[in-house]
């Protein structure tokens, strides 16, 4: 249950670096999802964010360190979620408590086992969770304030009636 729940929040972890990526380039969320989701690895995810982040106006000097900062952390932890995430898991029977993983490697002899084993805890899993979902929490607040400076930017209408797309002046009774 520990890895399902540290693979599941770094879903999250992904879906906000969406919402990032749309709040520096404009796009909408589906839009910005759709595009974001074709760059598939960390070192892809990093590098796009980045050059997207230098270019936007919705990006200051402090944001760009801010943003750096979290993409160093999620690259992080990616390896440590990858490590948990794409190798094989097991346990030796009444040591629940204590899982190996097995982690691939290049044999020199044929028919050598081509993996090797090393002991996880489970409270090091719970760890790596709980260290994702802090990420989490700071990419939904960097998310946030990139949405205000965006809302900040747009031009408000002068009157209700612009908003709605009518004109301004004002109508008698009489005029049609």
């Known amino acids: 249950m520990a890895v399902g729940r540290a693979v599941s929040h770094w879903a999250h972890a992904e879906v906000h670096l969406a919402n990032v990526f749309g709040n520096l380039t404009g796009m909408d969320h589906t839009m910005a999802a759709t595009v974001f989701r074709m760059f598939r690895s960390v070192p892809n995810q990093k590098e796009v964010l980045l050059s997207v982040a230098k270019?936007?106006?919705?990006?200051?000097?402090?944001?760009l360190a801010t943003l750096s900062a979290i993409l160093i952390e999620y690259s992080s932890l990616a390896v440590k979620r990858n490590d948990i995430a794409h190798n094989p898991l097991g346990?030796?029977?009444?040591?629940?408590q204590k899982i190996y993983r097995m982690k691939r490697e290049k044999v020199s002899k044929p028919g050598m086992f081509?993996?090797?084993?090393?002991?996880?805890?489970?409270e090091d899993i719970e760890a790596l969770t709980s260290d994702i979902k802090a990420l989490v929490t700071r990419i939904g607040q960097f998310d946030r304030d990139l949405f205000e400076k965006r809302i900040k930017e747009m031009p408000l209408p002068s009157s209700l009636p612009e908003l709605f797309g009518e004109s301004p002046q004002p109508r008698g009774l009489l005029d049609t």
């Open 55 to 63: 270019v936007s106006t919705r990006c200051d000097e402090s944001d």
């Open 91 to 96: 346990w030796q029977q009444g040591e629940e």
């Open 114 to 122: 081509p993996y090797s084993r090393d002991m996880i805890e489970v």
